[in-house]
């Protein structure tokens, strides 16, 4: 298929986009299922123009800023959703949404990396995997996300979430985004390994004509997603109330899949290759860190802009619970990768206890209480959590690669530094 072709796609998408958006601002309809229709369909077309401009543009700039650029742009679809709900001021479904999209990346995402290369390594080479390897210099995201979730002990006992402890969690973004820009240039992802969409796009050949062509699908990408995350919010209380689902359920998990489409969708072709698997899971792993320390910054920033005043967030114990969660799943997830490799029980584990809580939102409705906790499911799964954790700590420490994976770290860095030097 030729690239004008594609030209073709791109126009019909950005179109379909910005009508939808005028559309629902103008002529406001009262059929829930055809605005929910819309919503829905926009979101996922305009997340995958910023996400197929951002792949591109990796191609188009150097790669210090590549790095940084790219990784702000993937997670904008996220951002906007979640920076409309705190608008709003509707803590629980702040709650919800941040702590669906963390669980829905590790539960969901990690595990499906090892099953797509797991099935297309039998497929191609009759042979399974094991675990996934990934690099020493990798250690970097491991760290950011144990650092993260270790305030986050602050944020429980104190039972509120404010300003400062956005800044906190902004400057572990900063810092591990300043780490990945000293270090080398990426060698393993090359114009082929794209999906069809970006590879169009990377073989604009003119410069000018390229970088203009990206700004457009930026800023068309950018506006219709911010134009529509309103009513995709209000269609999505609705579609819930019709189905007789929680609203803070619903959003919880279908916001956050939506929003994420896109980036499973390279994520996914990525790990089919099976070479590219490491590359596939490190693409979740960085969203993850996004979004548990950058996403979660905004959310007290927004909220205060709103009140007109700065302002603080309280936690009740729900919410308290749905974080508790949240860090518990992430603390197992650092602890596995610790050893820089991403394993089949690992992804089993996950995956099977993220199901557990998202079958059973709130009670183990098949067991009887137990003491001091009840039937709850959250805390349930987060105490199973914080056991293997430990069980993968007392087990694996010997395999554990964290002083090795620094001094690789550093090591790059020192050689980018020198290479770069006149």
């Given at each position: ?78 951002f906007m959703v979640e920076a409309v709900i705190a ?166 998990w279908v916001a956050p899949f939506l929003s994420e ?162």
């Amino acid at each position: 298929m030729t690239t004008s072709r594609y030209t073709y796609y791109f126009i019909f998408m950005s179109l379909y986009s910005v009508v939808v958006s005028v559309w629902l601002h103008t002529f406001p309809s009262d059929t829930a299922g055809f605005v929910a229709f819309l919503c829905f369909s926009t979101v996922i077309v305009s997340a995958l123009i910023i996400s197929w401009a951002a792949e591109a543009a990796e191609f188009s700039i150097s790669q210090g800023l590549a790095v940084a650029i790219v990784a702000l742009l993937q997670v904008v679809p996220e951002f906007m959703v979640e920076a409309v709900i705190a608008w709003h001021k509707d803590i629980d479904l702040m709650m919800a949404n941040f702590t669906g999209s963390n669980r829905l990346l590790m539960g969901v995402g990690w595990p499906l990396i090892f099953i797509t290369s797991d099935i297309y390594s039998r497929l191609k080479h009759g042979e399974k995997i094991e675990v996934i390897q990934l690099r020493r210099e990798n250690i970097v995201e491991v760290i950011a996300l144990f650092i993260s979730s270790l305030y986050f002990i602050v944020v429980l006992l104190k039972r509120d979430l404010q300003i400062y402890d956005g800044i906190f969690l902004g400057s572990v973004f900063i810092f591990y985004m300043y780490i990945l820009r000293v270090l080398p240039e990426e060698e393993e992802e090359k114009k082929e390994d794209l999906l069809a969409m970006p590879r169009a796009l990377v073989s604009i050949e003119s410069d000018k004509k390229r970088g203009f062509t990206l700004f457009i699908l930026f800023l068309v990408g950018g506006l219709a997603m911010w134009a529509v995350a309103d009513p995709f919010l209000n269609s999505m209380k609705e579609v819930s109330v019709a189905f007789g689902i929680s609203t803070f359920v619903f959003v919880q998990w279908v916001a956050p899949f939506l929003s994420e489409f896109p980036e499973k969708v390279t994520a996914f072709y990525w790990a089919r290759t099976v070479r590219l698997a490491p590359m596939a899971l490190l693409n979740m792993i960085s969203s993850k860190v996004n979004q548990w320390t950058l996403l979660v910054s905004m959310i007290p920033i927004v909220y205060s802009i709103s009140m007109g005043r700065v302002s603080t967030i309280p936690l009740d114990i729900h919410h308290r619970e749905e974080i508790l969660l949240s860090m518990m799943m992430t603390f197992y997830g650092c602890a596995t990768l610790a050893k820089l490799k991403f394993t089949r029980g690992n992804a089993a584990v996950l995956f099977l206890l993220w199901l557990a809580q998202f079958l059973y939102p709130g009670n183990f409705t098949f067991m009887p209480a137990l003491p001091l906790v009840g039937d709850n499911s959250r805390i349930i799964v987060s105490i199973v959590f914080g056991a293997l954790t430990i069980y993968e700590i007392v087990k694996h420490h010997g395999e554990f690669r964290i002083r090795d994976g620094i001094a690789e770290t550093i090591r790059l860095a020192k050689r980018r530094g020198a290479t770069a030097e006149p």
